[in-house]
């Protein structure tokens, strides 16, 4: 995994913290159409995180050689 990929998890990780403050706000304020809105967005940075995060995992698995395949002996064979 690179610096790079660090830097935009902990970004994205910091945009999602933030939009889900802004959403508790919004929430304990009773502002509900407001918060419903800011809920989506909430979501929608959720997923974006998620969805880097699975990415980098694909790739870290794609850079470490399977098992039985060049790489490291599998255990019990």
Known sequence: MSSIDYLILDAKQAILEEQH???LALQKAGRFEEALQQYQVTLNCAAGLLNHSLSV???LRGERPEPGKGGQPEIGK
């Open 21 to 23: 403050r802004r959403f």
């Open 57 to 59: 995992l694909k790739q």
